[in-house]
Nanobody, 122 residues
Framework: VQLQASGGGLVQAGGSLRLSCAAS????????MGWFRQAPGKEREFVAA????????YYADSVKGRFTVSNDNAANTVYLQMNSLKPEDAAVYYC????????????????WGQGTQVTVSS
């Protein structure tokens, strides 16, 4: 699976962005998908995940209620809608695919996209 993330940019605090992650391959729906982020000097951290099949979602506490992960299996794309952005949300955001049905840990993911930068001005 090859993943291509896009949609990052500069936004004011309180604003919104939607990230997209396009996946190659005909077996996209077989993977659990996730979003992670990494700020300068910090470790990569889990943001959100969506399971294969019925699309159960799971969020880090820091983004719960503000971010929404969804997928479009027909388009082989997973999205991360980010609302009410805060300066601390600024990071490079990565999408990832896991052979597991649902995964929330870094080591559970098998394929990674290249990342897209999100900058939030205060």
């Amino acid at each position: 699976v090859q993943l291509q993330a896009s949609g990052g940019g500069l936004v004011q605090a309180g604003g919104s962005l939607r990230l997209s992650c396009a996946a190659s391959g005909r077996t996209f729906s077989s993977y659990g998908m996730g979003w992670f982020r990494q700020a300068p000097g910090k470790e990569r951290e889990f943001v959100a995940a969506i399971s294969r099949g019925i699309g159960t979602t799971y969020y880090a506490d820091s983004v719960k209620g503000r971010f929404t992960v969804s997928n479009d299996n027909a388009a082989n794309t997973v999205y991360l809608q980010m609302n009410s952005l805060k300066p601390e949300d600024a990071a490079v955001y990565y999408c990832a695919a896991s052979r597991r049905g649902m995964a929330t840990k870094l080591h559970e993911y098998d394929y990674w996209g290249q990342g897209t930068q999100v900058t939030v001005s205060s």
